[in-house]
């Protein structure tokens, strides 16, 4: 349990039990509670627990300025993007998200120790909370000082950490009386640890976390050798408690909620906000339930109806909401996220629409671009990164707002039919899955859900934390698990690194593993990295035994042969054999995987910062690479890209490999060494073209740029939203490529019979001249059909009031459509049609008189098709219908006029 007193004892602190919650805490003085809501309430709205008054950023600066004065190195902040240098998580919750899994595992050095950051994070675990409790946000800001300690080196623990946040909160004006330390336990991501939870006036505004367990699967803990002082400290909080404003908000980002207040014309009551931020601050807001209670508990207090406080709070909501999260969606977009519905994508696309949503519901004329501006001019102050991403964030933006409209108008008549159906069930409300498919699969926001399903007098009942609830589902990625083989052979000694251009070499057999041989060295290039195994053959005592794929086991290369081949390698365990590469195939992918390269480096030059690779497959012939995009890469844009990439490759440029500690590679290049994914270790091997990439790669690469050969983009497509796929080849597979280009063109000429500069204009002059043939000959088949229609008149029967007509003729289904719908419908001379042809089509048309008598066409066609051997069917005054028992074609008319006399 906690042992942690002797530096709050120094500090004049001494242990109590709050008699509300029953949780240890220390304070000076004499005091009941503990300090945290609910047991206090928050004491400092009108009345700020500092005398100077401190916004966001002046905190934050005061923060690392103190931290820095005491030893600690300050670093620039993470991006929010956790899935650059991790595969667990898609964006930054806490600090120490940005020294987990590496540096927490004690695999990498910190890049300083201690250190003191400012950290933006992102949480949508309380999203449906943000404007409606004073205090919940997306995006906070977590200043943290962290300590990594070691046998070798102790930098400093818990008495250390306490006087640190101790004096900090004593040098913003902050009265020590006023402070609790509150005993807990933290747990998290593996690890666990005592901590104190820091409070003053009823607010909590930093956590202290000790790590030092590890949790076992069985519960139990375990010392790690590897401590952590992990803190964490609620900035806005403290511009909160220093400004004493009715909410959080108004601390934080207070120019861009008066800028929206006077956008939208919003009065404001803070007598009513500050109280609801008291009540709330007094209770666990998670469900619909808490909410109605702190509504009422609200209204109840100022002595207003429920009614009369949700009209006042609910435009200042709204502001709150859009305020909070375009701040959000501004670190988003900045650091990488493409707003799309899988994994990262689809947060960045939930918080973006909701705001939407607040911007049309607060009645603003300006878009989500003009708004997202106002935020970028806020925060462009502090974070000059967001000044330079700012055109593609307003691109994104822009982008989005059409796609969310696109979407809102097609999802009516999706939701429409999915009430119909339902309806069919006998069912009266709408399933939360119903809902909640709707907005995931297809975009349908529940609140247009809830608009549509009242006007059509359906139930539905949208969980006042729906955003919440489907957040969570999405933030979190689950590595996927692989088998595990144990291997008992030594680290293989990978000679390609060190002679690159080898082809041969001699080994010790070390041994086997099922039809895979081990060697204690190799020049077989393991598949890895989106770059295939080479292949070539071992040579025994004269006989050659191919190598069919290689592959990195742990630091042990298996080389696959043949399973009749495995035995005969057997009998020279211990022996040295030699074996040769496929060096054709090596070079092929090599220039490839280098090309691949300078593909990325130049698509970041033309479309921007934000790409990022999303995965590759390096081939012979062909290669791909995944980019991240918004939108699709125009036809100039990739011209483009492929001249930069051809550029790189004529300059010549030395490709320069070099194994680094990881931390030493980080601090030099930064996260983009891990463009082409996670690379695990604690050194990693950069792969760097000079002035142009740099990335953490294991693949075989060309020693110069000019040794690529040139570079031809085949393809492109979109391959899942927000992923552009390239399809290219390099080196001989790219001229004959070229040449495949260069003879499809000759090939389409000499079908004109003109030159290939002259086909794009020959193309032209056919297609418009075939359109033009096209419209006459409908215009023609129409006036066929008209002919055929008078021709047929008098064929009718009457069967009972019903004009009846009922025809086998030569013609087409769209002629019989015509002329069916030409009879019931314009001429209104017949009231049910049957029409089939010698082909074995069929086709049956009502007028609005026999629809009126109970006459549904769909279902006779569809039975008269049955005859024909085939299906069909339709609405219920049009339906077709086809079969290949063309020759049963009267019996299926009959059909259909007996089952009308049936009627």
Known sequence: MITMS???????????????????FWSIGDRKTCGDAPCDEYTFIGNPATDKKYDLYEIQKAFKEFFAQHGHTPIKRYPVLAKRWRDDVFLVGASIYDFQPWVTSGAVEPPANPLVVAQPSIRLNDVDNVGRTGRHMTCFTMGAHHAFNTDKEQIYWEDETV????????SIGINPEEITYIESWWKGGGNAGPCYEICVRGVELATLVFIKYKTLPDGKLEEIPLTVVDTGYGLERF????????????????????TLKELSGVEVDERILAENAQVAGMMDIETFADLRELRSKVADRLNISLDDLERATKPMEAIYVIADHTRCLAFMLADGVIPSNVKEGYLARLVLRRTIRFIKELGLKESLADIMKIQLDFLSKTYPEIRQSQDHIINVINLEDKRYDKTVSKGRELVKRSIKKLRKKNKTEMPFETLKELYESHGIPPETTKEISEKMEFGVKVPDNFYTLVAAEHEEESPEEKAEIELEFPATDLLFYQKPFDTQFEAHVLGTYENNVVLDQTVFYPEGGGQPSDIGYLEIRGEKIKVLHAEKVN?????????????KVHPYKGQIISGQIDISRRMALTRNHTATHLIVA??????????????????????????????????????????????????????????????????????ILYQGGIVPGMDIRTVVVDGIDVQACAGTHCNQTGDIGLIKITKTERIQDGVERIEFSAGEAAVEAAQRNDNILKESSDVFKVTPEQLPKTCDRFFNEWKSFKN?????????ASLKTE???????????????????DSDMNELIKMATDLTEKQGKVDVVVLGSSEGKIVGAVSKKALENGIKINGIIKDAAVILGGGGGGRPNLAQGAGPKAEKMQEALDFAVNELKKI
């Open 6 to 24: 002797r530096q709050l004892e120094e500090l004049g602190f001494t242990k109590k039990t709050c008699i509300t919650c029953g949780n240890d």
């Open 163 to 170: 006087k640190y946040c101790h004096d900090f909160i004593k």
């Open 239 to 258: 511009a909160w408690i220093s400004q004493g404003t009715p909410t959080a908000y108004d601390a934080s980002f207070g120019p861009v909620i008066q």
């Open 555 to 567: 630091n042990t290369v298996l080389h696959r042969v043949a399973e009749e081949d495995i035995e």
């Open 602 to 671: 130049a698509a970041r030059k033309i479309l921007g910062d934000h790409i990022w690779q999303a995965g590759a497959q390096k081939g012979v012939k062909k290669s791909r690479i995944d980019l991240t995009h918004y939108k699709r890469i125009e036809p100039e844009e990739l011209q483009e890209i492929e001249l930069l990439a051809n550029k790189f490759v004529m300059e010549n440029r030395p490709v320069l490999t070099n194994w680094m500690a990881r931390a030493e590679a980080e601090k030099k290049y930064g996260f």
């Open 776 to 784: 006459e000959i409908n215009k023609l088949k129409g006036e066929i």
């Open 791 to 809: 021709g047929i008149l008098n064929k009718t029967e009457k069967i009972g009031d019903l004009v009846v007509l009922s025809e086998i003729i």
